[in-house]
């Protein structure tokens, strides 16, 4: 591909794996860093690609890094930077927005859904000269909120309620970029994600992970959770790769489900498998009204412990599994995740992604697999 990437959100779990894998796949990459001047916003790409590398630094040109918010209007570009974008960029990769399930709509909206606002002007101005190839963001398929049976790639205004609102603002970021029809948007879709499947890596250690670290430090004995509920989560290089395809593939357009689907776990499962990796009894699934009240740390993520609706991926697999890319079962690498949880005391002790892919290969070389 001639033109460069635009990179946004490349601070973030999922942004900073994007930012490596387009590196390693010999892409011109620009990255919006929110920053007061070029020297924070250098300094902040460094720290992105010190959790992500040992010893690499990158070479003239490899990356370029220019300042801008997302919250701010016109994304705080310069003039000057601005025009660059539009001579130059083909492919939008918007990961930033905020994941935060604890904060209010406000706050929410004005990350997630003005932000995307703001990501579209840029992608029409680009496009104008009609260069712009793929405009790729990152929702979630927790877009579908309470809804219960089956949510299907082309769903997404089903009068549904939200546990929350971080899901009710990717929601109404994807209805503005529907409305994009102009666009050559591609909205991505993942589910719960988690650490890499093959070194457990991970720089974000939420949603699945508070549960856990409270049950392997004997604090979570009980959560409030049907054992036949469905919890769905996907590692971050299944989701990465399903990203760089989608960003080139020509013949990709509308929503993909990102997730594990007909492989996810239960809640029961997971508790059991977790329980089994842990060397302790599993947790107790029990109806809200018979649990004792959880810590908030726990209580925010709880809800996706209970989760009643499945996933239909027809679309995503359908354009994936002829690149082979497949989701793989998530019992095939809980015990990756859980050991780099533990052996980084779930984040505390920092651990680089090719760190831990050096780990994870002299660990099998070891076990002679």
Not at 232 to 251: N, Q, R, S, W
Not at 283 to 305: D, K, N, S, V, W
């Amino acid at each position: 591909m001639s033109g460069a990437v635009l990179l946004t959100g490349a601070t973030g779990f999922l942004g900073m794996d994007m930012l490596s894998s387009l590196l390693e796949h010999g892409r011109q990459v620009i990255v919006l860093m929110r920053a007061a001047d070029e020297g924070e916003a250098k300094l902040r790409l460094d720290g992105v690609i010190s959790r992500l590398y040992e010893h690499r630094s990158l070479r003239d040109g490899e990356v370029r890094v220019i300042c801008g918010d997302i919250e701010a209007p016109h994304l705080r570009l310069s003039e000057a930077d601005e025009r660059m974008l539009i001579s130059e960029v083909d492919s939008i990769v918007h990961c930033a927005g905020s994941i935060s399930f604890g904060a209010d709509l406000a706050s929410s909206r004005a990350i997630n859904v003005e932000g995307v606002r703001r990501v579209i002007d840029l992608s029409r101005k680009i496009a104008s000269g009609g260069a712009l190839r793929r405009l790729l963001h990152v929702s979630t398929a927790y877009v579908c909120g309470r809804q219960e049976g089956v949510f299907c790639e082309q769903d997404l205004d089903l009068r549904q309620e939200f546990r929350n609102a971080y899901e009710q603002s990717k929601y109404e970021a994807e209805l503005l970029l529907s409305a994009a029809s102009d666009l050559p948007v591609v909205v991505a879709r993942p589910s719960i994600v988690v650490g890499n499947s093959e070194s457990g890596w991970t720089s974000a250690f939420n949603v699945i992970y508070g549960p856990m670290r409270a049950f392997a430090r004997g604090m979570l004995e009980e959560v409030p959770a049907n054992p036949g509920s469905i919890v769905d989560f996907v590692p971050i290089d299944y989701v990465t790769a399903a990203l760089m395809h989608l960003l080139d593939d020509e013949a990709a357009s509308g929503n993909y489900h990102l997730v594990a689907g007909d492989l996810a776990f239960s809640a029961g499962e997971l508790a059991s498998a977790q329980a089994e990796l842990l060397g302790r009894p599993p947790m107790r699934l029990l109806p809200q009204e018979e649990c004792r009240a959880l810590p908030e740390g726990i209580a925010t993520y709880a809800p996706y412990l209970d989760i009643r609706c499945e996933f239909d991926d027809a679309r995503a697999r359908a354009a994936l599994e002829p690149a082979g890319i497949t989701a793989p079962a998530p019992g095939d690498y809980l015990h990756r995740l859980v050991e780099f949880a533990l052996r980084t005391r779930f984040g505390k002790q920092r651990i680089s992604r090719e760190a831990a892919f050096s780990a994870a290969l002299a660990a099998r070389c070891a076990s002679g697999r």
